[in-house]
């Protein structure tokens, strides 16, 4: 077993505090990748504090992890010491359903296996990246495309392939008119991804002050959604929105903004249900359909194209003994656009 240091909730009451873990010795087609950037994801959060009622303590968030391959086992293919590595959000799957075979572990009928917040096939607790080390089998890894700044990398682990996955899904290009909901940490990937598909790109945000960056992200209009008139105006505008609000609202204000065989996709999640009537998708033709990150072949096809186009999150780096202060500013919108932990600092 291989001595691990990290940071852990102990219970959904306490900060986050130091914590030694044991990861287990790396096995013929395991990796073990020594974590050089962890991405704070806001399901971090609602996981440490058992927001969503399954969480495991000791619990060691993480699952936006980008660091350096330091063992490879005998079997390994595709990896060699030295190289860079990333791991999302799950580390396992049942690999045999249909799912699985199509390449969309994701929605494995047995259920994938997480990062962390898990038990793994031995039924052991997996533990994330807020650790200063991870193995991993190599099936569950990726390849980080080396020309990319590191902390920048680490939230497309989640973040990107969360909005990356549905524009692709419905197959966004030039010529589509495409509204991004929320303007977060995936609200902003949204912007870039649908940008750099060659679509029209609106950014719908009830925050007047995020017009600027909207903009310098790459979004062609901004729209005020609080400005009834300016609602109104845009009925029946987009071939699709998507939605990356967690916070509660209303399905039903923004289903008009879409053109006839519209879509919204979700790709956050509120706390409370909305309720849509059912005239207000068959008037139109409209529909809602729901997204989760994305699959290992997809994510690396992700990260490719971030790599071929230089697209990064924009992210603030902290260390790791911020993490509680971060935690509460994530729940103020307080970042632009990602906290980032540096792994060096829990390693002193």
């Known amino acids: 077993m291989i001595a691990t240091k990290a940071y852990a909730a102990q219970a959904a009451t306490t900060p986050l505090t130091p914590f030694q873990l044991e990861r287990r010795n790396p096995g013929p087609h395991d990796v073990q990748i020594e974590i050089l950037y962890c991405g704070v994801c806001h399901s971090d959060i609602h996981q440490v504090r058992n927001e969503w009622g399954n969480s495991i303590y000791p619990m060691v968030p993480g699952h936006e992890i980008v660091g350096r391959v330091t063992h490879v086992g005998e079997h390994v293919k595709n990896f060699k010491v030295g190289d860079l590595a990333g791991v999302g959000c799950f580390v396992d799957s049942c690999r045999t359903c249909p799912n699985c075979q199509a390449g969309l572990e994701q929605y494995c009928d047995t259920g994938m ?120 105006q845009l009925a029946n505008s987009f071939d699709f929105i998507l939605n990356t609000v967690s916070a509660p609202h209303d399905y039903n204000t923004y289903l008009p903004l879409l053109r006839t065989n519209g879509t919204m996709i979700v790709v956050g999640v509120p706390p409370t249900p909305s309720q849509v009537p059912a005239f207000n998708l068959i008037a139109n033709r409209r529909s809602i359909i729901g997204s989760l990150i994305g699959g290992i072949k997809e994510t690396q096809e992700m990260l490719d194209f971030c790599g071929e186009h230089n697209i990064v999150s924009d992210v603030e780096v902290i260390d790791i003994d911020y993490i509680n202060e971060a935690y509460e500013r994530v729940l103020k919108s307080d970042v632009r656009y990602r906290f980032v932990i540096d792994i060096a600092s829990l390693k002193k």
Do not use: W
């Not at 902390?151 to 008119?177: E, N």
């Not at 995936?186 to 945000?205: C, I, P, Q, Y």
């Open 113 to 232: 296996i997480g990062t962390y917040n898990a038990l793994d096939k031995e039924g052991k607790p997996t533990y994330g990246g807020y650790s200063t080390q991870i193995v991993v089998d190599e099936k569950y890894t990726l390849k980080v495309p080396t020309n990319l700044p590191l902390s920048g990398v680490a939230p497309l682990l989640c973040a990107g392939i969360t909005t990356y996955s549905p524009l692709r899904y419905v197959g966004v290009k030039k010529g589509h008119k495409v509204a991004v909901l929320g303007l977060g940490g995936l609200g902003h990937m949204a912007v870039k991804f649908a940008v750099a598909f060659g679509a029209e790109v609106t950014m719908l945000s009830s925050s007047p002050s995020k017009k600027a960056d909207a903009e310098r992200l790459g979004a062609h209009h901004f729209a005020l959604t609080s400005d009834k008139q300016t609602m109104q």
